[in-house]
């Protein structure tokens, strides 16, 4: 069981920029695939931003592209979203997620339904 727990989250303005980690439970190597994924009230969970160990770029929704930043740091076990030009409609929670792979882990999904782990979330808000 991998455990994963968010921070950084906040009430922001227009523009602004937040960074959010995540703890991750367990060495991130070539075997996980890492993701962020956001929802807000009344919409379905979509994907923001992905990451392979290796292979694959990073996948980006369109909506965030040039704005947010996915990244890893394996010491210790993090993940990163960094937000740039934050918009009101950027309100929501914030998941992260990994999904681990028997082989090394070459392509990142936006797709919520091939990760295997996740955070309990943290509340974005920005306000116009």
């Known amino acids: 069981q991998v455990e994963l727990v968010e921070s950084g989250g906040g009430s922001v303005q227009a523009g602004g920029s937040l960074t959010l980690s995540c703890a991750v439970s367990t060495y991130m190597g070539v075997n996980y695939c890492t993701g962020w994924f956001r929802q807000a009230p009344g919409m379905e969970r979509e994907g923001v931003a992905a990451?392979?160990?290796?292979?694959?770029?990073?996948q980006y929704a369109t909506s965030v592209k040039g704005r947010f930043t996915i990244a890893r740091d394996n010491t210790p076990n993090t993940l990163y979203l960094k937000m740039n030009g934050l918009q009101p409609e950027d309100t929501a929670i914030y998941y992260c997620a990994v999904r681990y792979r028997p082989t090394a882990c070459t392509t990142a999904s936006l797709s919520p339904d091939r990760y295997n782990f996740w955070g309990q979330g943290t509340q974005v808000t920005v306000s116009s």
């Open positions: 990451d392979a160990f290796r292979g694959s770029d990073s």
